[in-house]
Structures are given as C-alpha cells and as structure tokens.
C-alpha cells in the first residue's frame, strides 16, 4: 500500500513540475521580444507595464509577423504602459480573438490581413480590422468604425 502511495504521490508531483515548466517556458517566451509569434488553438493572456508582444526586426533579416490561428490573446497593459502589441511587420488573424486594453493598445507598421477573426481594443470590437495598419498618403478608410487612435 505505502508503494502505491508513493508512486500516486511520485506521478502528482510529475505532472505538477512539468505544468510549471511549461508556465516558465512561456513567461520566459513572452519576455523577449521576438521576430514571428503565433499561435495556433490556444489562448495567451499578458499582463504588462512594457510592450505587452513585442515583435521586432532587429536583424533587418525577416519580416516581422504577428500571427493568430483559431486562438484567443488577451493582453491588459498598465496605465502609461508601452504597446498591448507591437510590431512593425504584418499582423495577420484567422479565425481568432485579440483583445488589448491600455493607452496604446496595437503599435502596428505593416499590413494587415484578417480574414474571420474579431479584435478589441480597450473592450470595443474593432469591425474594420485595416484599419490597425498605418494610414498611407492618400487613402481613405471611410467603413472604419472605430475612430479612436491606435
């Protein structure tokens, strides 16, 4: 009976560490700012007091992308915080939900692309999803409905 005990108790410690392994793999992910970030059937949620995502092109190599697939990022930044997501690629969504709650919610400088996901910011669904991509000179973005700055 004590063996048995042990090996129950043995096996809960097991998948114990192995979840908070995963918890530190993803903080540690999350914590660096990176070149392509995706995510595929799953669900993020940030809480941060700098760029919440952060993508970046410092090697001027790739085309920094932000990508969502069928999954769910929620990103709530500290008042006088960065970005909630920022990232000076495309940002492309399918099928997914992001929303991000702060000052400075979405910080994108490349295209984007949506095709059937929903995006909030500051709790308000955005309906014209370009219009997170930075205004061209001479374009118009009459369907817009969120007017508010990114």
Request: proline content about 3%; some cysteine; glycine content about 10%.
């Amino acid at each position: 009976m004590q063996k048995v005990n042990f090996l129950l108790f043995f096996l809960r410690m097991c998948i114990i560490f192995r979840t908070f392994a995963r918890i530190l793999a993803k903080c540690a992910v999350l914590d660096k700012k990176t070149t392509y970030f995706r995510i595929n059937n799953g669900t993020v949620n940030v809480n941060a007091k700098d760029d919440g995502i952060a993508i970046t092109n410092d090697e001027k190599k790739y085309n920094p992308t932000f990508e969502i697939n069928n999954g769910t990022i929620n990103v709530e930044m500290w008042a006088g915080s960065s970005a909630g997501i920022s990232c000076p690629g495309s940002f492309i969504i399918h099928d997914g939900t992001v929303s991000v709650k702060g000052d400075l919610p979405f910080n994108i400088s490349g295209e984007v692309v949506g095709d059937g996901g929903s995006v909030f910011k500051n709790g308000r669904q955005i309906e014209n999803i370009s219009s997170l991509a930075p205004k061209r000179r001479g374009s118009s973005n009459s369907t817009n409905k969120d007017n508010s700055s990114n």
